[in-house]
Structures are given as structure tokens and as C-alpha cells.
């Protein structure tokens, strides 16, 4: 199994701002997803990473307020842009193994005010 | 358009009895189901998956069956115990290896 190290795990931030979350896999991975769990909702994907490529992203979610960075295939990072009360979720990255089930790292408790 | 459903958002049982949790699905492009289990302030578990060419797996305390004609798939956890107490999640994908889609999940409470 993956083992995956997310930063940080949890913060407040000002409406306006921006937060980088990153997401750190103790092995090689293809393909890396990032996934957002609002308040009492499910979890929803917002973007699959791919080294060497752009994001693909999910219906509702775009580029510029979610930026993604893929620069190897242990490492991603997804930015929260411009934040607002509504972006206060749990961020979550997610790694598939070559048994095919997800592995996800223990998320982000992202809280603006 | 919820295309993972689980109905019923709690559920409460006594130690060492059944716990059956339910799940239903309207695409019937997926293939692949999968259950997690989530505790506060940490990423999902995976707990156990199936394929649609079966209609049962079993792991330990956990069975799934998947019922292809009605879209429906269930986790029973025999003996429930009161670590198991969490929400689960159902979750579905086109094929294995691919995206998820998550239902909204189901609270389960293991009394002692």
C-alpha cells in the first residue's frame, strides 16, 4: 500500500488568500487525484494529476481557482485560490495502487473566515 | 445528478451483531465498487471492492454483494464491533483504476 504524507493537515486562512496544499506518495504513481469533502457532503473529485501533463478537471472545477502542480511522480500540490467561507472543506489527495483500490492521504481541514 | 446513492445516513447496532449497509447506483457504466471507512480527522480506509462480473466478495468480518440488475450493492460486517464504528462510503468507477464517485455516506454506530 501507498503511504501519503499531506501539508498541512490543517489551517484558517483569511478570505482573499490562497493556500498550497501538498501531497507527498512514498512511491511512484501515475496518476494522483485530488478530491474535496465539504462539510456533511461526500467526497467529490476536483482534478486528476498526471506527471508531465495538465490537470483533467471535474464539472464545476477550474483552473484558475484550483491550480495544480505535478512536477514528479511522488509529488502534486493543489492551491485553494482566492478563498472564500464556501471553499472551508477537507482537502484530500488520492493515489490508485496497481490493485486498483485508492489510497488517500489524511487530509486537509481548510477553515476560512 | 447523485449517481451514488446510500440512503440511509446513520445506523445503529449492537456489538456483535450485523451491520448491512446499502448503496445504489444509476450509471450503468460502472463496473467497479468499492467500500472505504472514514474516521473523523483522517482519509478514508479502503475496506473492500467488487468487480461486476461477481456478485459476491468476502474479506474477514466483510461481505459484499453486488446485485447488477438493480443497480444495488450492500456491505454486511459480521460481528460488528465497536471499532468499526465510522462512516462508510460506497464508491464507484467505469473501471478499475479509474476516478471515483462517492455516495454520501453512512454513519455506523457499534453500541457495547
Known amino acids: 500500500s501507498a503511504v501519503i504524507s499531506q501539508k498541512p493537515s490543517r489551517d484558517i486562512c483569511q478570505r482573499g488568500t490562497s493556500l498550497t496544499i501538498q501531497c507527498q506518495v512514498d512511491s511512484q504513481v501515475t496518476m494522483m487525484f485530488w478530491y ?47 478563498m472564500s467561507p464556501e471553499d472551508s472543506s477537507i482537502y484530500l489527495c488520492s493515489v490508485m495502487s496497481r490493485r486498483t483500490e485508492a489510497f488517500f492521504g489524511q487530509g486537509t481541514r481548510l477553515t476560512v473566515v | 445528478d447523485q449517481q451514488v446513492k446510500q440512503n440511509s445516513p446513520s445506523l445503529s447496532v449492537q456489538e456483535g451483531r450485523i451491520s448491512i449497509l446499502n448503496c445504489d447506483y444509476t450509471n450503468s457504466m460502472f463496473d467497479y465498487f468499492l467500500w472505504y471507512k472514514k474516521y473523523p480527522a483522517e482519509g478514508p480506509t479502503f475496506l473492500i471492492s467488487i468487480s461486476s462480473i461477481k456478485d459476491k466478495n468476502e474479506d474477514g468480518r466483510f461481505t459484499v454483494f453486488l446485485n447488477k440488475s438493480a443497480k444495488h450493492l450492500s456491505l454486511h460486517i459480521v460481528p460488528s464491533q465497536p471499532g468499526d464504528s465510522a462512516v462508510y462510503f460506497c464508491a464507484a468507477s467505469k473501471a478499475a483504476g479509474n476516478k471515483l464517485t462517492f455516495g454520501g455516506g453512512t454513519r455506523v454506530l457499534v453500541k457495547p
Open chain 1, 36 to 82: 474535496r469533502q465539504q462539510p456533511g457532503q461526500s467526497l467529490t473529485l476536483i482534478a486528476t494529476a498526471n506527471q508531465g501533463s495538465e490537470a483533467t478537471y471535474e464539472s464545476g472545477f477550474v483552473i484558475d481557482k484550483f491550480p495544480i502542480s505535478r512536477p514528479n511522480l511522488t509529488f502534486s500540490t493543489l492551491t485553494v485560490s482566492n
